[in-house]
T-cell receptor, first 111, second 115 residues
Framework: QQPVQSPQAVILREGEDAVINCSSS?????VHWYRQKHGEAPVFLMI?????EQKGHDKISASFNEKKQQSSLYLTASQLSYSGTYFC????????????FGSGTRLSIRP | AAGVIQSPRHLIKEKRETATLKCYPI?????VYWYQQGPGQDPQFLIS???????DKGSIPDRFSAQQFSDYHSELNMSSLELGDSALYFC??????????????FGAGTRLSVL
């Protein structure tokens, strides 16, 4: 049931772009994206819902392919502050409120 | 803006002891979630409450129990602690009865070390 994230890790230079993917074997109702820095709380980035509704930050974009049960997070013109581990969380029709997180993608940005 | 408050921030216990973690949600949030995160791992869902009733249950050991009180704060009680319980415990809160469509906001976490 745990979603699969790829890549597991990526290293970028400042200003480069990155795409993080999240795929599920079960039909998705919602996808949640978070960024977590070491030892800190996960910070909400974006939520995408079946039917096209989405909420998030202006500088973050993401897509949700309901048929393929996949979501992608797009990071453009990366900044040093983008470093951290990105988690996707998936919500299913059968869940009342439970979100299951993927194993994370570690992003490192170098000057 | 007010955030989710967790206490204590750090807790050190011996094996077989008990621990109580507290979570105060963002004002006017009525749903609370508990997660456990081991080193280098993803947050694992434990349990959630909506309007003081258990909403969903994950991989929470039988030694753990939780509840949400009338002021919406929540407590996670952990008994017969084991070394493997050492982890970061996060509480998150959200507003409204939208289930998995709710945006969850996380607290800073409680780091539990079991010696």
């Amino acid at each position: 049931q745990q979603p699969v994230q790829s890549p597991q890790a990526v290293i970028l230079r400042e200003g480069e772009d990155a795409v993080i993917n999240c795929s599920s074997s079960k039909a998705l109702y919602s996808v949640h994206w978070y960024r977590q820095k070491h030892g800190e709380a996960p910070v909400f980035l974006m939520i995408l819902l079946k039917g096209g509704e989405q909420k998030g930050h202006d500088k973050i974009s993401a897509s949700f392919n309901e048929k393929k049960q996949q979501s992608s997070l797009y990071l453009t013109a990366s900044q040093l502050s983008y470093s951290g581990t990105y988690f996707c969380g998936t919500g299913f029709y059968s869940s009342a409120s439970k979100i299951i997180f993927g194993s994370g993608t570690r992003l490192s940005i170098r000057p | 803006a007010a955030g989710v408050i967790q206490s204590p921030r750090h807790l050190i216990k011996e094996k077989r002891e008990t621990a109580t973690l507290k979570c105060y949600p963002i004002p006017r949030h009525d749903t609370v979630y508990w997660y456990q995160q081991g080193p280098g791992q993803d947050p694992q869902f434990l349990i959630s409450f909506y309007e003081k009733m258990q909403s969903d249950k994950g991989s929470i050991p039988d030694r753990f129990s939780a509840q949400q009180f009338s002021d919406y704060h929540s407590e996670l009680n952990m008994s017969s602690l084991e070394l493997g319980d050492s982890a970061l415990y996060f509480c998150a809160s959200s507003s409204g009865d939208r289930g998995v469509k709710n945006i969850q906001y996380f607290g800073a976490g409680t780091r539990l070390s079991v010696l």
